[in-house]
């Protein structure tokens, strides 16, 4: 494998492109080339990828989907994408079942699939872009439902130890958009997913206007219904990265203090807070970045989208260095009005 050309091999499960665009590869659609883009199609590959000696030279990147990174630079090295299919029931217990599925499919088909054989609890995740082998790292949520509640089991290959290993849900040490492997990135690569999917259970509408429009939809809460209203919801809501490059709520919900929020509210009594673990409260992010004069500002092609305050979008040729100075930007005025230094949620690469 020679960095320096450019070429194409493919070896039984796995394809090696040498010097490859990753703009396809990433949401936001900035340009970024990676020395060696490998992807992994059969489970086993994965292993023999590993050991190829300019592999455990040169710094690794595993991407999935890339709806949620940045970059703003080329990576001096392999990128792994793990793109091996399948899902299986392990262990149907009639009240439940226990799925497995490989990494590199599509989250939002695993959804699909799961509500289609009568599951329930994915319903509120439904139209999350990315690959299942992403959703436990930072454990993905939307609408009040975090995929945490129904993962079992992560398989993955653990790098420091050269083999598989398998982590039970309170050893993945979830919490809100994080998990172990946010703290460990160049550790763990995730092959497998197991979820425990109940076929009955209550289901989540109370949350950011689903009630309403089920309402409107003149339904019955039901798993696929109230999909379908997530769905609608997402889609009003959201930029489309397939027309506009994004990659999705940009920042987190700060989480803070309780006494702290309510110093806040005092003086915004229009900033939205919600209970978070331990009595803290989280703050509406897009709320600061909007009262903050951010919302829908421009600077070249990369933008703060006029749809979500929360979104950063690229309007067409902005790099990932550009929109990563617009994140700056934002927030270093949300941290001058609010005293709240906001952390983005994509992983700047
Ligand atoms: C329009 C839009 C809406 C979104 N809405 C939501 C939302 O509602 N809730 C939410 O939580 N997120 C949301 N996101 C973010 C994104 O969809 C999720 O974070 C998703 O899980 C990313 O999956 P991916 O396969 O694209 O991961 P990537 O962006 O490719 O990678 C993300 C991180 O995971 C690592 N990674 C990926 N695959 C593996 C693996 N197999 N093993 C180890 N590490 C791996 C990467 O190295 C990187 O650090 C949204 C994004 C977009 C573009």
């Known amino acids: 494998m020679n960095p320096r050309t450019t070429g194409v091999a493919t070896e039984p499960g796995y394809t090696v492109v040498e010097n490859a665009s990753l703009e396809g590869r990433n949401t936001f659609r900035v340009p970024a080339r990676a020395e060696i883009l490998v992807d992994v199609r059969r489970p ?40 091996t299919h399948d899902i299986r029931v392990l262990d149907d217990l009639g009240h439940a079942a226990l799925v497995r599925v490989e990494a590199g499919e599509n989250w939002n088909d695993f959804v699909h699939w799961s509500l289609s054989r009568g599951f329930v609890g994915l319903e509120n995740l439904v139209l999350i872009p990315g690959s299942v082998g992403a959703a436990p790292i930072q454990n993905i949520g939307a609408y009040g439902r975090e995929a945490s509640q129904f993962i079992a089991t992560v398989e993955a290959w653990d790098r420091q130890a050269a ?33 425990l999917l109940p076929r009955a259970g209550e289901l989540r509408t109370d949350y950011a206007g689903i009630a309403e429009e089920l309402a409107s939809m003149n339904c019955t809460a039901s798993a696929p ?31 803070v203090a309780a006494a702290f929020a309510l110093e806040l509210q005092r003086e915004h009594p229009a900033l939205p807070t919600w209970s978070a673990d331990d009595g803290a409260r989280k703050l509406s992010a897009a709320w600061m970045i909007e009262a903050s004069g951010m919302k829908g500002v421009r600077d070249g092609d990369a933008g703060v989208s006029d749809q979500h305050a929360l979104v ?21 005025k949300v941290l001058e009005r609010f005293g709240v230094m906001l952390e983005p949620e994509p992983i700047i690469v």
């Open 44 to 83: 086993g590959a994965l292993a023999e990828v590993l050991a190829i000696p300019y592999v455990q030279r040169n710094p690794l990147l595993i991407l999935g989907g890339g709806s949620n990174m940045l970059f703003t630079r080329d990576w001096p090295g392999t990128v792994v994408c793990i793109a």
């Open 163 to 195: 083999r598989l290993v398998r982590l039970d849900n309170t050893s993945c040490r979830f919490a809100y958009r994080d998990s172990l492997f946010k703290h460990e990135p160049d550790r763990y690569v995730i092959t497998a997913v197991e979820l």
């Open 225 to 255: 219904t109230v999909a379908e209203a997530v769905a609608r919801l997402r889609t009003r809501k959201l930029p489309n990265p397939a027309l506009i490059g994004n990659a999705g709520s940009f920042f987190k919900n700060p989480v």
């Open 312 to 332: 950063l979008v690229n309007h067409g040729r902005a790099t990932g260095e550009q929109v990563w100075a617009l994140a700056q930007q934002v927030q270093a």
